[in-house]
Nanobody, 121 residues
Framework: QVQLVESGGGLVQAGGSLVLSCAASGDILSINAMGWYRQAPGKQRELVAV???????KYADSVKGRFTISRDNAKNTVYLQMNSLKPEDTAVYYC???????????????WGQGTQVTVSS
């Protein structure tokens, strides 16, 4: 069993900052990629940022230069530093773990429960 616990969402004014974190716990041998997705009302879920075990990153064009993804492999935790937030960043943010390897070498993908980020203008 694996659990993902997200934290750090909330309400912030435009131009402000927030930090999201997502900690994975349970039967974990290693994790390939960890990332953040978001879904705004009436829209499809979209990739925000992803980071590989080795530290390679990819960002959505809309957040490049404003958001920074990082991870602590020892703690199985991924972070999303969000700066210069805009009202259009308002969404539910979901943590994703891609190819989490268990002690029996099986692999699974997991999603967090989601955390609301609201940016007021």
């Amino acid at each position: 069993q694996v659990q993902l616990v997200e934290s750090g969402g909330g309400l912030v004014q435009a131009g402000g900052s927030l930090v999201l974190s997502c900690a994975a716990s349970g039967d974990i041998l290693s994790i390939n990629a960890m990332g953040w997705y978001r879904q705004a009302p009436g829209k499809q879920r979209e990739l925000v940022a992803v980071i590989t075990h080795g530290g390679g990153t990819k960002y959505a064009d809309s957040v490049k230069g404003r958001f920074t993804i990082s991870r602590d492999n020892a703690k199985n935790t991924v972070y999303l530093q969000m700066n210069s937030l805009k009202p259009e960043d308002t969404a539910v943010y979901y943590c994703n773990v891609d190819h989490l390897y268990h002690s029996d070498y099986s692999a699974s993908d997991y999603w967090g429960q989601g955390t609301q980020v609201t940016v007021s203008s």
